[in-house]
């Protein structure tokens, strides 16, 4: 997923993005379809990795599309509207599939996508309108997805898998040596050729690359706190399973109600005011966590209204944001700049995870447990009360990148 995004991106500004979207629909299906049928798990990966270039083709032009349907006037009120969708998936998939297993078996949490997206491609090429490329200039720069491949695939498993092998393991040293060889190369090449797959000019403005930093805390932010959260409230609290699940669905969806407004007023009031409260909100959701985890009597419903609280944060920063990045490029470069923008929001979960995997472990294990499995509830909370300040610190940085910034939207709203 993670490498196919800015090639997706790029292939998509020069061939246009409706073929590319409705294509990502029947390689998504076909992936899911033969994950269902998998022999054994080395198939089941493999089809996985399909499923992840289906997935791409889509992720990287979903927000191009909607940029450009919506126009500069409604950019945010369309991307708020995204957002919102993203959000009900991401609280609704859980369930969903927690459902097929019980009911019918793991097999058909992959079959279910299938009738989805056939819908979903008749739609696109129905609904969709035929949109510009770049036609003046069709050439593709196979040189720079020769460097970027290796790089980002070393990367990714760098931070999933560096705290399982070590850090002085050959396998962990070799991944954080490819791409250290590799990104300066490519820069390098990128910078010579005459149509990039990764057009760095973008970096040189500062919405572009503080609004992708900040966005990367908050994925971060946003999906540490899915993995820490379940071992503070089953291992901790001694919650059951079911009823864990249904505090943590209270994120997505206060971010899905949230996004559609944060998004509107984007429109009219422009990125800093909406973005900074937003980590601000986050700052203190982690800050009040951190005060219920001190208490002697910890209460469900004060944990459940923080953690509220947080989803509320995370949905009045990220459309904003996501709109005030997309704004800050020119239109020739939209494709690729959203590709760049689900590179973060890749990189954002993948970082997140590991960070607060690895975090969470050297607490425990400088607490004296080496398991989640055997460690008791105080050492988990201690070592939870280190995971949710950092946190803290990634909401304070990236609220200071959201003060600096100043958007379109922003010169607008004053005027």
């Known amino acids: 997923l993670a490498v196919f995004l800015p090639v997706f991106g790029r292939l998509a500004d020069l061939y246009g993005r409706k073929m590319l979207y409705t294509t990502g629909f029947l390689v998504f299906i076909l992936g899911s379809g033969l994950c269902g049928a998998a022999p054994n798990l080395p198939s089941l990966i493999g089809f996985r990795a399909l499923q992840a270039i289906g997935a791409a083709l889509l992720q990287t032009n979903s927000i191009a599309i909607v940029v450009t349907a919506a126009g500069s006037r409604h ?4 991307i708020g509207l995204q957002a919102s969708a993203q959000a009900v998936g991401l609280s609704a998939g859980p369930a969903v599939g927690g459902l097929l297993i019980h009911a019918l078996g793991w097999r058909w949490i992959f079959w279910i996508n299938v009738p989805f997206g056939l819908l979903g491609a008749v739609m ?3 609904v969709l309108p035929r949109m510009r490329t770049c036609r003046e200039m ?12 290796p790089a980002l695939v070393a990367l ?3 931070i999933n898998q560096g705290h399982l092998w070590g850090v002085r393991s050959p396998a962990f040293v070799l991944c954080v040596l490819v791409p250290v060889v590799l990104l300066p190369l490519l820069f390098w090449w990128e910078s010579r050729h005459p149509a990039p797959l990764l057009d760095f000019s973008l970096f040189s403005e500062h919405t572009f690359w503080a609004g992708n930093l900040a966005g990367l805390l908050s994925y ?3 999906f540490g706190m899915f993995f820490l959260m379940p071992f503070v409230l089953e291992r901790a609290l001694g919650e059951e399973p079911v009823v864990a699940g249904l505090q943590l669905m209270v994120i997505p969806a206060a971010l899905g109600l949230i996004s559609p407004l ?9 990125l800093r005011p909406l973005a900074v409260t937003g980590m601000a909100l986050t700052l203190c959701a982690c800050l009040w966590l951190d005060l219920e985890l001190n208490a002697a009597d910890i209460g469900t419903p004060s944990l459940a209204a923080a953690l509220v609280l947080f989803g509320l944060g995370e949905g009045l920063f990220t459309s904003p944001n ?3 990045v997309m704004a800050s490029v020119p239109k020739e470069e939209i494709g690729q700049a959203g590709g760049l923008l689900n590179v973060t929001r890749a990189f954002g979960t993948s970082i997140g995870v590991a960070v607060t995997a690895a975090v969470f472990s050297w607490r425990l294990r400088a607490g004296g447990s080496l398991s989640t499995l055997y460690a008791s509830p105080t050492q988990l909370v201690a070592a939870a009360h280190y995971v949710l300040g950092m946190f803290s610190l990634f909401a304070l940085v990236a609220c200071a990148l959201s003060w600096q910034q100043r958007s379109e939207a922003d010169e607008l709203a004053t005027t």
């Not at 069709?138 to 491949?149: C, P």
Request: aromatic share 10%; net charge positive.
């Open 138 to 149: 069709r050439q593709f720069d196979w040189g720079g997805i020769a460097l970027l491949a």
């Open 262 to 270: 944060s998004g509107a007023l984007y429109d009219r009031l422009g």
């Open 156 to 158: 990714v498993l760098a």
């Open 124 to 126: 696109g090429w129905l």
């Open 220 to 222: 971060a932010m946003l």
């Open 75 to 78: 950019r945010g009120r369309g």
């Open 322 to 324: 996501n709109s005030a």
